[in-house]
């Protein structure tokens, strides 16, 4: 009989759903929209939906042995999700409780951060590592931390906030109402911010002159990497500069057997992990020097079902 895990990932925009067995086979995905439902309850009947549509699928006996759940703001401890801004649905949700009246299987639920560490550690390229770090660079800069073969959640549920540390006391205004947080500049809209930062104090042809800041975007930096335009290499050198230092101050305070970079902002290719690597060594604190490995995510397209289903599997095993 096969074990299935449920892997669900609760974006701002959509929600993929899909069933996963231990190897990392995807039986079955979909997705369906995150903010069309006023009511948490309504949307959570919706994923229900999906999920026994998916199981219908399953041509083989199958026994589904547990459910996993990346969310923004999301807490391991509690099955909550807490004050999450890009959800419509405000103050503190029991998610987990909300799909226990439709499921007696074990529900576990955490930040998609932390679901991107799990899925690289049960599928990917951290198998076998007891101490690592994802960073997933889209829209924000998220991470998880692996210490000793655990998640690193704090006290409380929410350690491993990388992106929340301040760089520049002075700089960016954050999201999270705070000024200078990483996020600001190692992130999808942080390279935005400083593409235009750069064209300002530059008097350089650039391709990407003339392009309006509503329609900018890491990518469109990322390809003009590739054909060595300046401004987009000086903004690629900016960000892996700060990003390079963060990881030189991470590894200084876990030890880590190697650093996961995860999304987007990555497919610059080797222009930016060349120069990450060449300013975390360049910072690096000397006992740790040339000891961490820099390493791309091995998760692939199914990456949000994989890191979220993996929840399930490193939780219970199988």
Known sequence: ???????????????????????????????????????????????????????????????????????????YYTGTIEEAPNLRWKGIIHFTKLFEKYYDVPIFITNDANAAAIGE??????????????????????????VNGKLLYGHDGFAGELGHIIVDAN???????????????????????????????SNEPSELRGIPFTEMTSKRVAEATKENDPIALETIKKTARMLG?????????????????????????????????????????????NKTKLLSSQLGDDSAILGSSGLVWSEIGG
């Open 245 to 289: 230092e963060a990881i030189a101050d991470i590894t200084a305070i876990t030890s880590p057997e190697a650093v996961f970079l995860f999304g987007g902002l990555t497919k610059s290719g080797r222009v930016l992990f060349d120069q990450v690597q060449y300013y975390k060594e360049k910072n690096m604190l000397s006992i740790f020097s």
């Open 171 to 201: 700089g960016r205004k954050c999201n999270c109402g705070r000024n200078g947080c990483l996020e600001t500049y190692v992130s999808a809209t942080g390279v935005v911010r400083t593409v235009f930062e750069t064209l300002a104090y």
């Open 1 to 75: 009989m096969i074990k299935l895990a449920v892997g669900i990932d609760i974006g701002g925009t959509n929600t993929a759903i899909g069933l996963v067995d231990r190897s990392g086979k995807v039986f079955y995905q979909t997705s369906i929209p995150s903010q069309t439902r006023e009511n948490v309850e309504d949307y959570v009947f919706d994923l229900y939906g999906e999920i026994e549509k998916a199981k219908k699928t399953i041509d083989a006996e199958f026994e589904l042995i547990g459910i996993g759940i990346g969310a923004p703001n999301a807490n």
């Open 121 to 146: 550690m049960v599928y990917g390229g951290a198998k076998g590592m007891k101490n690592f770090v994802v960073i997933t660079l889209g829209t924000g800069l998220g991470s998880g931390i692996v």
